[in-house]
């Protein structure tokens, strides 16, 4: 009887434990970077329908129409740039859009706790400039897959 509830068990854990990896493997990293710093301005969408929009002197763009806008081609470069605050968008005046590159990067205004899934993120040398790069890189290949064709 033990023994048939310890082979019950087992194979209930191991069930779950490859369950608990093809579900961590499923988590899309780049649209939850959109859903926690994008969305309350762009909108769940990306369409620019946030809640935070009214609040804005410059309504936010649609992010779903990038390459058309673009000629068909998706403006990655100027995205990253955009979003790690290297480029400014003279349209908008004053920035109003965070610079996420800072936002993003998990030491600054410390103190607070740092994710420890950062760390993994940014690979043997602990480099908070990587963990800031793939974070961006995330959101805009999010933002690719999104677009309207």
């Given at each position: ?32 970077e959109f859903q926690s710093s994008c969305a309350s301005c762009h909108g ?106």
């Amino acid at each position: 009887m033990i023994a048939s509830c310890l082979k019950w068990l087992m194979t209930a854990g191991l069930a779950a434990g490859v369950a608990g990896a093809a579900h961590a493997q499923d988590i899309d990293v780049g649209k939850s970077e959109f859903q926690s710093s994008c969305a309350s301005c762009h909108g769940a969408d990306g369409k620019g329908n946030g809640p935070l929009r009214d609040q804005l002197k410059v309504p936010p763009s649609d992010l779903t129409i990038l390459a058309r806008n673009n000629n068909g081609t998706f403006p990655a470069t100027a995205l990253y740039e955009t979003i790690d605050g290297s480029r400014a968008v003279p349209a908008h005046g004053s920035r109003e859009m965070p610079i996420w590159g800072e936002r993003f990067n998990p030491i600054v205004n410390l103190p607070h706790s740092v994710d420890p899934s950062y760390w993994k993120l940014a690979g043997p040398e602990q480099s908070p400039e990587v963990v800031v790069r793939k974070r961006i890189l995330a959101v805009i290949d999010y933002l690719g897959r999104i677009q309207q064709k």
